[in-house]
């Protein structure tokens, strides 16, 4: 786990399954349209800003062009 939070650089194994996943949607489709080029990414407030900087770094080298970041709270969770 340390060693995805060392630095802000993609993860190249997600960007690999990233742009695996595109291919595979051009293949079948014939071709891609913006809907295909979205993710959405969730996470909760406990995870670590850097991680989510290296998704979302990962995504744009993958060829995503749009990204949603949604952080959530679970109500009655006083971790932060």
Not at 26 to 39: A, P, Q, S, Y
């Amino acid at each position: 786990r340390q060693s995805i939070l060392s630095e802000a650089n993609p993860i190249p194994v997600l960007v690999d399954r990233l742009s695996d996943h595109l291919e595979y949607t051009r293949l079948m489709r014939g071709t891609t349209d913006g809907e295909e080029m979205k993710v959405n990414i969730q996470g909760d407030v406990a995870t670590q800003a850097i991680l989510l900087q290296r998704v979302m770094s990962s995504c744009a080298q993958a060829g995503y062009a749009t990204q949603n970041l949604t952080v959530i709270k679970v109500e009655g969770d006083d971790e932060q």
